[in-house]
Every structure is written in structure tokens, then in C-alpha cells.
């Protein structure tokens, strides 16, 4: 079986391509994951092949990445609109990084938006492989009617329902074609010595010559060939699949290139994991591509048995026909299996780092519905974020409340329906709140006794403290200048104690950060005194001190923002409206067309900022995060927030 992924940006018809390409020869089979990625199974040239349609929102872009590592090809649909050639942008990115030859098909060329040579132009600034036309439209009008082949220089009418007719080149066309021959002649002749000097020599070479050529260098990964076609009405279709069929590379290039990564031996690499679902009564389903032989049930497969393997059309067991080379496949009960992973019959192997999918924007705490439902939910949060790699789970500080990250509303929308449908539990979400902390800023002395005589062993401790602000990042210092033994020195870790107790909450209602403590002086009764009494007049001299004098800190964020360089001027605004500093921004040395951008930004607007991004960029920028330092904040806005803090579960 040879497969390949269609990926792109949505509303480019990807799964109408997938449709028309599957039904070219035959009835194709067709199933389906609950997150999105479609598997159809079909012939053509008396060859088994296996579709990979992967979801268009930048969302779903892991789906994508994972399905590049089980394809020998892929497809990459885009629009025929040159302004929308950015939304292809993180598309190639991960294409170039995989290493995946690709074939990029303009599609919906049934729609007059703009001209092919400025969508490729515009396709261009996004990648470093060569995008060699290999076909220009026919127009009458506005209206492309049909297709002319830059190497057999032969030319079809399109024909609705039905295949294209063979025509003769028109004269309108043959000038343009002949200019985009050349161009084509010229860039293969720099893979091909032997074009090369056929070209100096002014010789015609034959058509064969050129798509033995053209297959080779896309097997090399060294180009990337446009066609075109409008998969809605049938255009283009058989020609796409046959340069899928002559040029594609077989399954045996893919265990290759993967192998050439370093992480794992060609001779030992027998199959990868790509995708993987939760189904009721079922658990978890994991899809698998056979890289090599004698993959059955009970099979040594990354290091345990292999659970059932089941046919994809229709979820049965079927082990009469045992999984050959290249072929796709299920299985259950074969837990052990992550996703997406390299395998071989003794070990998991993680996979390249190109699999990696973008770093989650959006947070959010998810609230069960019911006790029963809170007791299931961090475990079925855990199993999901084993299937799911764009999703991050991890716990909210202070109440410990599940936290997850998804890469968007969409994703979270998916998460929870999943819950809801197959795990049968009940959320709702909210925004986590910022953590907030409280510090002084100009040192304070207190003198406070703790007497307490209630029958029998009386309580007396008496503390002289200096409070003062330490340095940013500091955190809490104790020290000490007791001199005669007015405070033992057995009570005197009982004072520090008491000190950093009081920091846990300052009058504001937040942690106190960055303070020194120092006892100055005090007093002890021989019989009354204890570590119990020292610890409490520290706590309460401490707090006596704190009260109305402390200031509200926010926390402030190192973001890094990865967005195509049309986008980066838009940035500085966005970070501006949000009181953050604009650090600066570079070239993305890893793709080409893109920029690291750099900001400073306060937690409390990290909500607004992702809405901010998507909508700025239209879904495609994404940022991460890392604590950066607590900032002093004044004025209304900070009184919201302690005011905010004195409801439950609102703000800490």
C-alpha cells in the first residue's frame, strides 16, 4: 500500500481532492477519527493507496505533522487567491521540516481570484524548495477552461463529469507556455547534468527524459511541482494522481529517510504510530503503518505484544491478510503504543522534532459537574494528553484545579465533547486567574508581646522585627542581631518560622514576596516562653507590620512569539494595547519567511493576548510563554484585582 496526506489551510477542498482522487478507478473506503483525520482506502493502477486527510484549521495542525511521518507523499492544497497564500505558510513549514516530498496543487482554479503566477509568487517567500510550475491554465476569458502540461506539452479541455479532452495547445495559450517551459527546462537542468548540456547544446529533450527527471528530484525531496485543478467539478484529478503514482517515492524511501535522522536503525525500524482515538466499549485505538514484515496480533511491537489488528473500513478483525510493508492498519489493546512514535519490535523510539506540534495558547480550568465526574477527570485528562500532543494538562496553583492548554477554541471545543460523549463526563470552563503576589516597599519595625495566661502554663514571647523590601527575585531572607541572649537562641528558628508564615498571606490576600526579616531585640520568660509562643509573635508582629503597607505585584511574561513577517507590524500594536514591551524580533533562521518576535507581557492580559494573535494573524501566529519577573501595579486596576481576590476562587 503507498500512502499520502492531503494537507492545507481549510475551505482549499481537501477532502473533495481526496473523494475525486479515491472514486478515479472504483467505490473508495472511507473511515474516520473523532479529531478529525480521514482514512480512504482505494485503487488505482492496480495499486492499493491510502489517503490521509487531515483537518484545515491551523488548530489541527499536529494531525497534520503526524501524518507526515506515516507518508511517503503528500499533497498540499491551496487557494488560487495570491492574498491568501500566507494561510499556507505553517503548511510549509512543516513540509520543508519533514522532509516529505511534496506536490502542491492550486485548487478551485474554477474561480477567477488572481493570477497562478502570483500565487506562486507569494507561495514562494514561504519556502526554500523550488515551486516548479509543471502546468499552466487554459483561459477563456476569466473562466480556466482547461490545462496545459509543461513537459509533454500537451493540453486538455476540461469536461464536467467526465475526463478531459485532449486539444490542441491554443494560440492565445502557446506563447505563455513556452515561456513557462523554459523556466521549468532551467530550474530541473540544476538537478541534471545531463538536461544541463542538452540545453547548451540547444537540444530538445524528450518528454520521457523529463519526467524521469521530475521524478527523481521530487523523490529527492529537491522540488516542490504545482499543478493545478478544480477538485469540485473532477479538473485535474487523474493528472494529479498519476504524477502521485509515477513520481511518489515507495514505502521503502520513507523507513529511509526516517532512519537518516539518527534516532533509530533502518534494519531495526518495522512501523510508526501516527494517530490515535478513544472509541465507548472500545478505549484507545492507535493507527499504524507497517514499515516491515510479520506485524500480526501477539507481535513483539515497541516492546510488547500487539493487541488485535483490525481493518480500517470497517473496525473488524482481520487476520486472514496479515499486514504487509506500507500497509495501514488499527489495533487495540496495544496501550503501550504512543503517539506519534517510531517502532521497531523491541522499543518506542520518540520521533523527530518536527512532530512537535505548536505550543497551546489557550488556558483554561476545566469544573466537573459532579464529585463523581472530578474523581474521573484528571485520569481521563491524562489519557487524552497521551493521544493528543497539542494539548498540555497540568494543575492550577494554588487550588489545584485541572488546567488544560489547547491550541485554540476549536480544540477545547473538541476536548470537552470528547469527554462528554465517550468518557461521559461534564465540564464547563473558565479562565484561570493570574497568580498575584504582594510586596513592601520601604522598611518597617515592630514591636510586638504574645502574653497568654489561661490556667496552667502561661504563654510570653516578646520580638523586636525590621521588615524590609529585598531585591527583585530575591524572595524571603531571615537574619538576626541578638546580643545577651535576650531571645535563646533555641526560640530563634521558631521566629523565622513565624515569619515566613505570616508571608503566605499578606492584607491584600496574596503571597508576600521579596522581604527580609530581621530579629532586632526581644525578651523570654524562663517558664513561660516557648518555641510555640516565639513562632506566634513573630506571625502576629509581622502582620501587624504588613497590614496597609504593601503594594500589589503582577506577574509579567517572556513571550516569543512565531508568526510569518507580514504580521510582524501588527504586533507592536497588539503589545502596546496590552501594556506589554516590545523586545524586539528576528528572522526565523528554521522558516523561511517567518519572525521570532519578542515582548514583555503582564499575566493578567495573556487571555486577550492569544484572541489578540489569532485574530491578527488569522489563526496561523502562536506564542510561548516563560515567567519573567512580578511587577508592582497601582490605581483602579490593581483594586479590581484585590477586590476580584476576595471572592472564592477568582484570583490568587
Not at 484545515?56 to 499536529?62: D, F, R
Not at 516542490?224 to 469540485?232: D, M, Q, R, T
Not at 502521485?244 to 520513507?254: I, Q, Y
Not at 526579616?517 to 516562653?529: E, K, N, P
Request: proline share 6%; charged share 25%; with cysteine.
Amino acid at each position: 500500500m503507498r500512502c499520502f496526506t492531503v494537507l492545507g489551510p481549510s475551505q482549499t477542498g481537501k477532502s473533495t481532492v481526496v473523494e475525486k482522487l479515491g472514486s478515479l478507478e472504483g467505490a473508495p473506503r472511507k473511515s474516520s477519527s473523532p479529531y478529525g483525520l480521514n482514512l480512504t482506502e482505494f485503487t488505482f493502477g492496480n495499486e492499493a493507496w491510502c489517503a490521509l486527510d487531515t483537518p484545515g484549521p491551523n488548530e489541527a495542525l499536529a494531525h497534520a505533522q503526524h501524518a507526515l511521518l506515516a507518508s511517503d507523499a503528500c499533497i498540499l492544497c491551496v487557494s488560487s487567491a495570491p492574498a491568501e497564500a500566507v494561510l499556507a505558510a505553517p503548511y510549509l513549514r512543516i513540509v520543508e521540516a519533514s522532509g516529505t516530498p511534496c506536490i502542491l496543487l492550486v485548487n478551485r482554479m474554477d474561480e477567477p481570484r488572481g493570477r497562478l503566477r502570483d500565487v506562486i509568487a507569494a507561495l514562494q517567500d514561504y519556502t526554500n524548495h523550488t515551486l516548479l510550475l509543471r502546468q499552466i491554465p487554459i483561459r477563456e476569458g476569466d473562466r480556466v477552461i482547461g490545462s496545459c502540461d509543461l513537459i509533454s506539452e500537451r493540453a486538455w479541455r476540461y469536461r464536467e463529469g467526465q475526463t478531459s479532452a485532449l486539444i490542441a495547445i491554443p494560440e492565445s495559450t502557446a506563447e505563455r507556455e513556452h515561456e513557462a517551459r523554459t523556466e521549468l527546462l532551467e530550474h530541473l537542468s540544476e538537478f541534471d547534468d545531463w538536461l544541463l548540456e542538452e540545453l547548451i547544446e540547444d537540444r530538445e529533450p524528450s518528454s520521457d527524459a523529463l519526467y524521469a527527471i521530475s521524478s527523481r528530484v521530487l523523490r529527492e525531496n529537491k522540488i516542490i511541482p504545482v499543478l493545478i485543478g478544480a477538485a469540485i467539478h473532477g479538473n485535474g484529478m487523474t493528472r494529479l494522481m498519476k504524477a502521485l503514482r509515477h513520481e511518489a517515492p515507495p514505502v521503502g524511501v520513507l523507513r529511509q529517510r526516517l532512519a537518516h535522522t539518527g534516532i533509530v536503525d533502518e534494519g531495526k525500524l518495522v512501523a510508526v504510530s501516527f494517530h490515535a482515538y478513544h472509541r465507548q466499549n472500545v478505549g484507545k485505538t492507535v493507527l499504524v503503518r507497517a514499515l516491515g514484515e510479520g506485524l500480526r496480533q501477539g507481535a513483539s511491537l515497541g516492546g510488547s505484544s500487539l493487541g488485535a489488528v483490525q481493518n480500517l473500513a470497517n473496525g473488524r478483525s482481520n487476520l486472514a491478510v496479515l499486514p504487509a510493508p506500507g500497509d495501514v492498519f488499527a489495533t487495540v489493546k496495544s496501550d503501550h503504543l504512543p503517539v506519534p512514535s517510531l517502532l521497531t519490535s523491541g522499543a518506542v523510539v520518540a520521533p523527530p522534532e518536527w512532530t512537535e506540534p505548536p505550543t497551546p495558547m489557550l488556558e483554561r480550568i476545566l469544573i466537573p459537574g459532579s464529585e463523581r465526574d472530578e474523581n474521573k477527570l484528571s485520569e481521563t485528562l491524562a489519557k487524552l494528553s497521551e493521544t493528543d500532543r497539542g494539548l498540555k494538562v497540568l494543575q492550577e496553583e494554588g487550588t489545584g484545579a485541572q488546567l488544560v492548554r489547547a491550541q485554540g477554541p476549536v480544540h477545547l471545543r473538541d476536548l470537552c465533547r470528547t469527554l462528554s460523549d465517550v468518557f461521559h463526563i461534564s465540564v464547563t470552563d473558565r479562565t484561570p486567574s493570574p497568580i498575584y503576589r504582594e510586596t513592601i516597599t520601604k522598611p518597617l519595625e515592630v514591636h510586638y508581646r504574645h502574653r497568654k495566661q489561661t490556667g496552667g502554663a502561661g504563654q510570653f514571647a516578646d520580638v523586636k522585627l525590621r521588615i524590609h523590601p529585598n531585591e527583585r527575585g530575591q524572595g524571603f531572607t531571615f537574619g538576626e542581631t541578638i546580643k545577651g541572649g535576650a531571645v535563646p537562641r533555641n526560640y530563634i528558628p521558631a521566629v523565622e518560622a513565624g515569619a515566613r508564615e505570616a508571608m503566605e498571606k499578606g492584607p491584600l490576600g496574596f503571597e508576600v514576596i521579596d522581604v527580609g526579616v530581621t530579629l532586632l531585640d526581644g525578651q523570654h520568660h524562663t517558664v513561660d516562653s516557648s518555641e510555640h509562643a516565639f513562632r506566634t509573635a513573630s506571625k502576629m508582629g509581622v502582620r501587624q507590620a504588613l497590614s496597609g503597607s504593601t503594594v500589589l505585584m503582577q506577574p509579567v511574561f517572556r513571550s516569543e512569539f512565531h508568526i510569518p513577517s507580514v504580521y510582524s507590524g501588527s504586533l507592536v500594536q497588539i503589545v502596546a494595547a496590552l501594556n506589554g514591551q516590545v523586545l524586539g524580533f528576528d528572522r526565523d533562521e528554521t522558516a523561511k519567511g517567518w519572525d521570532i518576535f519578542r515582548a514583555l507581557v503582564p499575566g493578567g492580559a495573556l487571555n486577550d493576548l492569544a484572541r489578540a494573535l489569532r485574530s491578527a494573524t488569522q489563526g496561523i501566529g502562536y506564542f510561548s510563554k516563560s515567567f519573567d519577573h512580578f511587577e508592582e501595579l497601582y490605581g483602579k486596576e490593581a483594586d479590581a484585582i484585590v477586590r476580584a481576590n476576595e471572592k472564592p476562587g477568582t484570583a490568587h
